[in-house]
């Protein structure tokens, strides 16, 4: 079986130790005073990310974690890993709850807990796919703004100590929805950063994380299908432990209004397809490149159990809202790049005033509330309010490929 921590460190990060190993051993004692005994709640934490932070949180003795996910087998799932691993000190008071933020049994059990000191959410569309057409964009709009803004909402009843939200870089200078909407949701986030401590952070891809084309790789292997990648997509990685890290010192050491990123170097980045070919190496295979899909498929359902040789198809993208690099950082927003080594910090961004903000989620709402609305007015909209929003269609998604 491949060890993919291993192949990981080697072969997409290069890193063998953590990269914010230095800072996080700095910080340690000002984040153990941040969690121990305090009480935590973690949206989507049965997630990739999510579920990697509550990794790192639970190393500093919180008194309770409340875990919500929509998601019932990735809570069982958080929760075996979570009792069956060597070290770990569950809290004291440990609950999951299969059930969407945005339910009004949430803002029930907030309500009868009185709230939480920390509150990180993970819930989010994460895939550029995730626009595909009007009922997708909708979807993607509501979960990641027009619930978060509710969610802020019911915060401000109990305000925590501290509240974290993840974002990404392609909330700069976005060219597809699912930026747009993460652009969006700092926005709204920041609309409260007066009225407690908010902080966010953008980041590269997840090596291997839930739904991630590295992923998708394991699972095509098992059922001996192509393997696929563009092959022109350069992208920054941070392994799924270091994913956790960057949250967790965002969440606790963030000042309110902070967005925090790695400061990864360029030459840093990996291609999807040197990546995929260094993982079929690593699981004793050739590649035999195909340009069309189905060729690759024939040549998988005929091939030998005991086929070294393996399909794969590496393509130029072309796809909507693909963006064809990668970055943390816009002009206009202010910079501390000297408080850790590993971190920048966006002290100061640009922000729409609250008002303005509700406006425009108000405008959403009028929008979805039409039958024969359109994602192209949807685009529109966006654009009004990022009007640096460079969005091109192209009328293909990622789900016409591979």
């Given at each position: 079986m491949l060890d993919i921590e291993r192949f990981i460190a080697e072969n997409v990060t290069g890193r063998k130790e953590s990269f914010f190993a230095r800072d996080l051993e700095k910080n340690r004692d000002a984040i153990r005073a941040e969690i121990e005994g305090k009480k935590v709640c973690v949206i989507g934490g049965a997630g990739s990310i999510g579920s990697a932070f509550i990794r790192e949180?639970?190393?500093?003795?919180?008194?309770?974690l409340t875990v919500v996910d929509l998601s019932e087998n990735g809570l069982a799932e958080l929760t075996r890993d979570l009792r069956s691993t060597d070290g770990i000190q569950m809290p004291e008071v440990y609950r999951t709850y299969a059930l969407n933020f945005a339910d009004p049994i949430f803002a029930r059990i907030f309500r009868e807990e009185k709230g939480f000191d920390i509150v990180a959410n993970f819930s989010a569309h994460k895939h550029v796919r995730s626009e595909k057409d009007k009922y997708a964009v909708q979807a993607l709009l509501e979960n990641n703004d027009i619930k978060a803004a509710g969610l802020m909402d019911l915060l401000c009843e109990y305000p925590p100590r501290h509240f974290f939200c993840v974002s990404t870089d392609k909330a700069a200078n976005p060219v597809n929805v699912m930026g747009a909407s993460k652009r969006i949701m700092e926005d709204v986030i920041m609309a409260y950063k007066d009225r407690f401590k908010v902080s966010t952070a953008r980041f590269a891809n997840v090596a291997f994380s839930?739904?991630?084309l590295p992923d998708a790789w394991m699972q095509r292997l098992q059922r001996r299908q192509p393997l696929a990648a563009p092959k022109d997509v350069k992208r920054y990685f941070v392994s799924p432990a270091e994913s956790g890290q960057i949250c967790l010192m965002a969440c606790i050491l963030g000042r309110s209004g902070e967005i925090f990123f790695p400061r990864l170097q360029e030459d840093q980045m990996k291609t999807f397809s040197e990546i995929c070919d260094a993982f079929l190496v690593a699981n004793g295979l050739e590649?035999?490149?195909?340009?069309a899909d189905a060729d690759a498929r024939a040549f998988a359902a005929a091939m030998p159990a005991d086929s070294k040789e393996y399909p794969v198809v590496y393509s130029l993208s072309?796809?909507?809202?693909?963006?064809?690099?990668?970055?943390?950082?816009?002009?206009?927003?202010?910079l501390d790049m000297d408080r850790f080594a590993s971190l920048g910090v966006i002290r100061e961004s640009p922000r729409k005033p609250a008002a303005e903000v509700n406006a425009f989620l108000q405008e959403l709402e009028a929008i979805f509330a039409r039958p024969d609305?359109?994602?192209?007015?949807?685009?529109?909209?966006?654009k009004r309010f990022i009007p640096n929003f460079e969005h091109e269609e192209k009328g293909k998604n990622l789900d016409q490929k591979m």
């Open positions: 949180l639970v190393k500093f003795g919180p008194a309770s839930n739904g991630s590649k035999k490149e195909f340009k072309d796809t909507t809202g693909e963006k064809g690099f990668e970055e943390f950082y816009v002009p206009g927003e202010k609305f359109t994602k192209e007015e949807v685009v529109l909209a966006i």
